[in-house]
């Protein structure tokens, strides 16, 4: 039988489609190298000569997810009808809406991203994440420059400030996913909401806007994410 010669391109799309369904359903911890060349059929040759070692999958899988939200956030953010706070908007609860649909999948992941161990791998899958969507964020404030919505001197600065305010995020996160894995959802949820509620002011004060005019988070959102999490099934 004659053997089947895949661009690299498909090769490496099937190794991260093997290693989103081994890290969601088993979790990234739980799957090694061997699993994922047992699922997709290559030898371990083969595996190292796209990916230099697990952890480097896992950052081509970070950006991979990360593009697949932004196309599908896309038509929302493209509605003429949007001023650029619309838009701002529009992503938040965009990014909130994956996220409580992709919890149970993600929350593994998350788990190993945020633990103080894993910080370098951390902030590594950070800066490739926020350079897709520094773009995306610059372009809206840019916009909201022009309708005089937003007082800012150089959109894409700011852009990289509200992306890093974002790093605020990991070591509450860890807190909480532990919290709720502990069975104490309320307060697990409660930290959560509350570091929410300071990043969306933090925004709108970065920005120049009146507290709440970015709507970061809404009533439920930490406790459903949390909730959503395999160890609620």
Do not use: W
């Amino acid at each position: 039988m004659a053997r089947v010669i895949k661009s690299p391109e498909i090769r490496s799309a099937e190794l991260l489609d093997c290693a989103q369904r081994l890290f969601f359903a088993n979790g990234y911890d739980n799957t090694t190298v061997n699993d994922i060349i047992r699922e997709a059929g290559v030898s371990k040759g083969a595996f190292y000569h796209y990916f230099a070692s697990k952890e480097a999958l896992l950052e081509a899988l970070a950006v991979r997810l990360a593009s697949d939200s932004i196309t599908a956030l896309r038509p929302v953010l493209d509605d003429p009808s949007l001023d650029a706070v619309g838009r701002l908007n529009a992503l938040m609860a965009g990014s909130r809406r994956l996220n409580v649909e992709l919890a149970p999948q993600l929350h593994s992941t998350f788990d190993v991203l945020f633990r103080p161990e894993n910080v370098v791998l951390f902030h590594k899958i950070d800066e490739t994440v926020r350079e897709i969507a520094a773009p995306l964020i610059c372009a809206i404030l840019e916009r909201g420059s022009e309708e005089g919505l937003f007082d800012i001197p150089d959109p894409r600065a700011f852009a990289d400030m509200l992306l890093q305010l974002r790093l605020t995020f990991r070591e509450v996160m860890h807190k909480a996913l532990r919290r709720a894995e502990e069975g104490d959802l309320d307060e697990a949820a409660e930290l959560l909401d509350e570091r929410l509620r300071l990043y969306g002011v933090a925004i709108d004060r970065l920005l120049k806007l009146p507290d709440g005019t970015i709507k970061v988070a809404e009533h439920g959102f930490a406790r459903a994410f949390l909730e959503a999490g395999p160890s609620k099934r």
